[in-house]
């Protein structure tokens, strides 16, 4: 094997991801990672800090996916129909991967320290959200509320959909999340 | 000193707070705690199993208070109020120790493991809210749902009051949070 190693980053992943939900995660080793992506420890460490940021390396793109969508939103709409705007951003990156994206959240559901981890994540990302929606002038406190109240929506479809047993899509979920919060609120 | 030692608990948890608060979480050990309360570490060890669990200890009061609430709300209101119940609960439990949470956020926000460990005790208490409202005949979706939007109102309105300059309860807080969720869903 030459120096040069395509998709090295790409194949670490799935290697470890296989490996994850083969063995679990406790007990895989970056060595074994390497290993069976045909790469070198050395190799690892040059994409990746620790075997749990292979898990969590794409949060920065959707980060970006929802931040992106709320700066790119038409004036004119509310805080929570930019919130949708940057779910949906969301929803299209997730679903390109939805098989990576169903293999991960079963490594997760069954690690204590990930589903910390992931908790920490989606904090981010609503803390994110948050940002973007006072970049456009929404108040502090609505742009937290709505930024909470879109991560609440994605957490429910997301779950919803890893667990499906059908082909409906996530932005579908997120649809119907979204309608059962406007059913929920409209009842009180 | 006796052997009796009054409100012996009580008075480790404003010691450590004290502390926490002078001197900062990480730079505090519980040979202080105790010495400052006048106990002795062994008294310490009898109440609390590390100086964290000295800021977490009272979620499970929280708790009970979110669960019961939801449990005794009348078969005829929707989740969403059971959930507001559940909140203003929670809220009369919060109010009465009003300078010791406030006194508790300021450690836990100069501290990124307590922050880390606040999510997952809303996480908690997420789960515990959804499984109560289960209980009501709420489906698994609607109850997920329903929680996950009243810990974000929470979430919202505790760190509104924490920060406030005037007397205001935190009720009043959640009711205006409330409000703003019905103006931000209504308006989609």
Do not use: C
Request: aromatic letters at 6%.
């Amino acid at each position: 094997m030459g120096r040069w190693q395509p998709d090295a980053r790409g194949r670490l992943e799935r290697a470890a991801l296989e490996l994850y939900v083969e063995r679990g995660f406790e007990r895989t080793s970056v060595a074994e990672i390497a290993e069976r992506a045909g790469l070198t420890e050395r190799t690892f460490f040059r994409h990746y800090a620790d075997k749990r940021e292979v898990l969590f390396a794409g949060s920065s793109v959707l980060q970006e996916a929802l931040v992106g969508a709320v700066a790119g939103a038409p004036e004119s709409v509310t805080a929570l129909d930019a919130v949708a705007a940057a779910l949906g951003a969301a929803a299209a990156v997730l679903q390109e991967r939805q098989e990576h994206a169903r293999r991960r959240q079963s490594v997760i559901d069954a690690n204590t320290e990930l589903q910390e981890r992931e908790l920490i994540k989606l904090a981010s990302l609503s803390t994110a959200l948050a940002g973007a929606l006072r970049q456009r002038g929404v108040d502090d406190a609505s742009a937290g509320l709505a930024a909470e109240v879109g991560i609440a929506i994605f957490k429910i479809a997301f779950r919803l959909w890893v667990d499906r047993t059908d082909d409906r899509e996530l932005s579908e979920f997120i649809g119907q999340s979204f309608a059962g919060l406007k059913a929920v609120t409209a009842d009180g």
